[in-house]
T-cell receptor, first 114, second 111 residues
Framework: AAGVIQSPRHLIKEKRETATLKCYPIPRHDTVYWYQQGPGQDPQFLISFYEKMQSDKGSIPDRFSAQQFSDYHSELNMSSLELGDSALYFC?????????????FGPGTRLTVT | DAKTTQPPSMDCAEGRAANLPCNHSTISGNEYVYWYRQIHSQGPQYIIHGLKNNETNEMASLIITEDRKSSTLILPHATLRDTAVYYCIVPLYNQGGKLIFGQGTELSVKP
């Protein structure tokens, strides 16, 4: 079965650079969630989209922005990168925002900021 | 999310059943109980979810108490590949479905 695709899988950037992470949801899934997992920490919710509109926002820095496109893929744009942004970034997709829909996660993008 | 409480770690012998408990005493009537697991640095993996009734799928069984204040995830025949952090999560109803990951249970399956 098709899974959530994230690209790139690994990314190395320097401080103050920008990065773009991409997420391709499971076919027919219209909802995308982004999570950040720092070293030794649990995943933390950043932002979500339903039908191309932002549906919820967590502790996402103002330096980060995201959107969902007409084909339902999503991109997380990160500017003025800081060392503390080094983390695993996971994308998850689901059939909707209702809590009876489970989320399926991608393999993640490991971002390293030097 | 309704606050959940899980033991920080558990051990299980390979081939035996692993029973992972979770307390969610403040759960509301329309909130689901979800279980996910994360094998080291991989994306969290959905396991199972339920509202009131016990549920079973190819991966696990979920037993929810009648008062819904606690639940148990059962892996019937644990293998070494089941070694992971297991998260019990109760997403808030009508809050967009986001998952709030708290301290999970680190399950170690040993030969």
């Amino acid at each position: 079965a098709a899974g959530v695709i994230q690209s790139p899988r690994h990314l190395i950037k320097e401080k103050r650079e920008t990065a773009t992470l991409k997420c391709y949801p499971i076919p027919r899934h219209d909802t995308v969630y982004w999570y950040q997992q720092g070293p030794g920490q649990d995943p933390q919710f950043l932002i979500s989209f339903y039908e191309k509109m932002q549906s919820d926002k967590g502790s996402i820095p103002d330096r980060f922005s995201a959107q969902q496109f007409s084909d339902y893929h999503s991109e997380l744009n990160m500017s003025s990168l800081e060392l503390g942004d080094s983390a695993l970034y996971f994308c998850a997709s689901s059939l909707g925002t209702a809590t009876f829909y489970e989320q399926y996660f991608g393999p993640g993008t490991r971002l390293t900021v030097t | 999310d309704a606050k959940t409480t899980q033991p920080p770690s558990m051990d299980c012998a390979e081939g035996r059943a692993a029973n992972l408990p979770c307390n969610h005493s403040t759960i509301s009537g329309n909130e689901y109980v979800y279980w996910y697991r994360q094998i080291h640095s991989q994306g969290p993996q959905y396991i199972i979810h339920g509202l009131k009734n016990n549920e079973t799928n190819e991966m696990a069984s979920l037993i929810i108490t009648e008062d819904r204040k606690s639940s148990t995830l059962i892996l019937p025949h644990a293998t070494l590949r089941d070694t992971a952090v297991y998260y019990c999560i109760v997403p808030l109803y009508n809050q967009g479905g986001k998952l709030i990951f708290g301290q999970g249970t680190e399950l170690s399956v040993k030969p």
